[in-house]
């Protein structure tokens, strides 16, 4: 409460009655709740995964960090899970011996894609939590404040230092009405998406209330949480009410569950209203999660891939949902079906009730319970295809064929164009059954490793096999910061254009060579022009870095000497990353001036003139000035100019 009082100065009163304004004001280390100023967080819980987290961990390690300090910090393995050579079983152990370490939970392969698995084993009501995956929100559906984060973030998380982050504006969602049938919780998201686009979201925590809240269990939150990251949001988060109670009383947690509602007199910076009785199914069209339109307007078109699963769809609703739906069924000839369960829990569950069995004969190719097809690790569908998913990214090329169409919808629509062989409308159907969930879901402890009390754990040997590199440190910012324009893209450039995911996943912890495929899929010309100029810059429009937080896609460029992005606008994890990484952000002052900059224009601006907000950056080969500025604080000025945050706190930290 003190805290709460302490804070009020800053925040209006209303919003912190709130559901994140009380988990903010709890947790508030460095800073007041001003909308847009700087905030230092306590961060109770983290969580890495494979493909991030080798990064993350080799980060740490340059950190000089000697054991969590957190209350819980979870190493999850399900990216990287195709064993086709070497790398990912290198990696695999490498992580394995680090959690043994430095006192992290790890779940293995084969155990889960991290948020389903971190929603049903150890996220907490009111507590927060810091994960190197942008759909780290998911656990926003059993009302854990929960945020995606670059690996080097997450690092010094673990070492128990705040997180750093502007303070959000927090958007009200409202929910009123209930969903009707074969219209799902993915398509409350879809039509978020479809208000507020991919960048809608950024600087906001979209926060759910309303009498429409109670009609969707914690999964179904979870999956909204989960997708809400696409708009570009801080966040997204649910009350914590008796419907919470219920799921963790299911997997057997109930005794770590509070109430947590927004009061009566609590007050959003906006409110949208979506009353679930009204929506209809809907569907995100190729190439982007925020192209949302009806199903109906689009059906009939024909289907040769439908994979069900990813941190977005694949609790034991979604599943039981599928396979009640394909009971009795045969999968259209013409189709592949693929179904990934999320945890080994709900693989066990379903295999225990029959719904496995339902899947099997009615044809579904039964997957890992890992990210799988979604992160283009398998399932690449053929040429041209078109391939209906119940993921959250559809972006060009990341199923691992250029040119399919991916279109994202709800586990009900992917199953009814799986059985027509055609983009269908789930209510053309028939009735389905309710779902609901089991009396308890049993979870699965095989794939587990906790880790050695600490005695034991400082005689753990880290196991680095050869092609996993040191990451290198950046030097500091040169007074002149000159170069050559290396490439000039459009708007909403994804992760997935940076720094490609899919066969050269296995790349990830080493550096030099993963940096050979940058950009790859707009401009394989790149990286031989950025190693013959020396590195140089880059334009960008609006949005620039959208989705993934892989790290990788600003510390890759950086090692071929990008020194600078200038953009219309940057995504929040990506921006974040940037600065950790030494390259500097710079943003039109003019969107216009976009025009003015063409590639191999040479560019220059002064480091000095960075301690003002907006600068001048001098286009040599025109002429001509262009304004720019940033939005680093103070403190991330510092760091830039020493060659990003990892460069600063490891020089600073062997100083000391
Ligand atoms: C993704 O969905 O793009 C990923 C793979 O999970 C990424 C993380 C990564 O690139 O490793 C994410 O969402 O942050
Ligand atoms: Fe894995 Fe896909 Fe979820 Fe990313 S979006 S964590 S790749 S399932």
Known sequence: MDNLKKTAEGFNAGLLKTVT?????????????????????????????????????????????????????????DHNTLKVDHKNADD??????????????????????????????????????????????????????????GGLDVALAIGGEPFFLKCPQVVGVKLTGRLRPMVAAKDVILAVLQRLGV???????????????????????????????????TTSLFPSDEVTREFMRCVGREHEWVRLEADEDARYDEVMQINLSKLVPLIARPHSPGDVVAVEDVAGIKVDQVCIGSCTNSSYKDLMTAAYMLKGKRVN??????????????????AENGGLADLIAAGARILECTCGPCIGQGQAPRSGAVSVRTFNRNFEGRSGTADA????????TAVSSALRGEITDPRTMGELREITMPERLTLQNALIV????????????????????????????????????????EDNISTDIIMPAGI????????????????????????????????????????????????????CPAYLGVKAVIAKSFARIHLANLINFGIVPLVFSDAGDYDRIEPDDLLEFAAADLDRRKLVVKNLTRGIEIPVEHSMMEAELERIKAGGSLAYISKNNARK
Do not use: W
């Open 21 to 77: 304004g009380k988990i903010l004001a709890a947790h508030l280390v460095k800073g007041v709740l001003q909308q847009g100023k700087e905030i230092g967080i306590r961060i109770d819980q983290t969580l890495t995964q494979d493909a991030t987290g080798t990064v993350a961990y080799l980060e740490m390690e340059a950190l000089g960090i000697k054991r969590a300090a957190t209350e819980l910090s979870v190493s999850y393995i």
């Open 504 to 555: 050269y996943l296995a790349l990830r912890s080493n550096i030099p060579e993963y940096a050979r495929h940058v950009f790859e899929p707009v401009d394989p010309e790149f990286y031989r022009r950025a190693v013959e100029k020396k590195g140089g810059f880059v334009i960008a429009g609006e949005n620039y870095g959208q989705g993934s937080s892989r790290e990788h896609a600003a510390l």
């Open 450 to 489: 906790e880790p050695p009390e600490e005695e034991e754990a400082l005689t753990v040997e880290l196991v680095r096999a050869p092609h996993i590199k040191p990451i290198e440190l950046r030097g500091e910012l040169e007074e002149k910061v000159t170069g050559t324009v290396l490439i000039k893209l």
């Open 92 to 149: 695999h152990v490498y992580l394995q011996s680090v959690a043994a370490r430095y006192g992290l939970v790890l779940s293995k392969a084969g155990n889960g894609i991290c948020h389903q698995v971190h929603l049903e084993r150890y996220a907490r009501p009111g507590k927060t939590l810091l994960g190197s995956d942008s759909h780290t929100p998911t656990a926003g559906g059993i009302g854990s404040l929960a945020i995606g984060a």
């Open 199 to 233: 960048k809608g979201g950024v600087g906001k925590v979209l926060e759910y209330f309303g009498p429409g809240v109670k009609t969707l269990t914690v999964p179904e939150r979870a999956t909204i949480t989960n997708m809400g990251a696409e708009t570009g949001a």
């Open 333 to 350: 000839p013409e189709v592949s079906l693929t179904v990934s369960p999320g945890s080994l829990s709900v693989y066990y569950a379903l």
């Open 405 to 412: 169409k991916v279109y994202l919808a709800s586990v009900e």
